[in-house]
């Protein structure tokens, strides 16, 4: 099984940044200046994200351009509300990769407080994706009024956004958990 630090991980999410561009020249060919204005976001973030390279491990990169790739393709050709399940998987994991991410940045330092405390760490990165998944609703609610299309399709579709949203930022604290001991362990080691 390969390590977190895997280069191969990085390698893959430069691909990934790769394909965003490709389809930020589609939609601009196609005159989509809402979806080309969504994936050069996307694109920007990703290229920005992978520059962390010694803060995070590169399979994080990986999750993070693969989330980028997933919101960019609803985005700029409104996948959101058409039949099937792109909307919750689009949740599920984009929250994951953010939480995946910010939490292991932010809380990295700090594993050795959270060291005896490990339901806290769980439950204090999990509650950061949780809110994280919050602002992303507000946020959808909020482009309805601006976008022409429509991303929100009422109350069922916010609350089950939340519930993704919440088990991906669960999911994601507990690979924290996981990769921030795995990160120790190593550090140990080095000693």
């Not at 390698?11 to 200046?33: C, D, K, M, P, R």
């Not at 491990?57 to 997933?70: H, I, K, Q, R």
């Not at 996948?79 to 599920?92: Q, R, S, T, W």
Request: glycine share 8%; proline share 2%; hydrophobic share 60%.
């Amino acid at each position: 099984m390969r390590n977190t630090n895997w280069e191969g991980y990085r390698t893959i999410a430069w691909g990934g940044v790769v394909l965003l561009a490709v389809g930020l020249v589609v939609v601009v060919v196609q005159a989509n200046w809402i979806g080309a204005a969504f994936l050069a976001g996307f694109l920007i973030a990703a290229v920005a994200f992978i520059k962390l390279e010694d803060r995070l491990p590169t399979l994080f990169d990986l999750v993070f351009v693969s989330a980028a790739l997933l919101n960019a393709a609803g985005c700029a050709w409104n996948l959101y509300n058409k039949p099937g399940i792109y909307d919750e998987v689009a949740h599920f994991y984009t929250i994951f990769a953010i939480t995946l991410a910010v939490g292991f940045a932010l809380y990295r330092e700090l594993m050795g407080s959270f060291s005896g405390h490990r339901i806290l760490f769980v439950i204090t990165i999990a509650s950061l994706g949780i809110a994280l998944g919050a602002l992303w609703e507000i946020a959808e609610w909020s482009a309805d009024f601006v976008v022409p299309m429509q991303i929100v399709s009422g109350l069922f579709d916010t609350i089950t956004d939340l519930m993704l949203d919440s088990a991906g930022a669960l999911l994601a604290a507990l690979l924290n958990l996981w990769g921030l001991n795995e990160l120790h362990r190593a550090e140990k080691a080095t000693r």
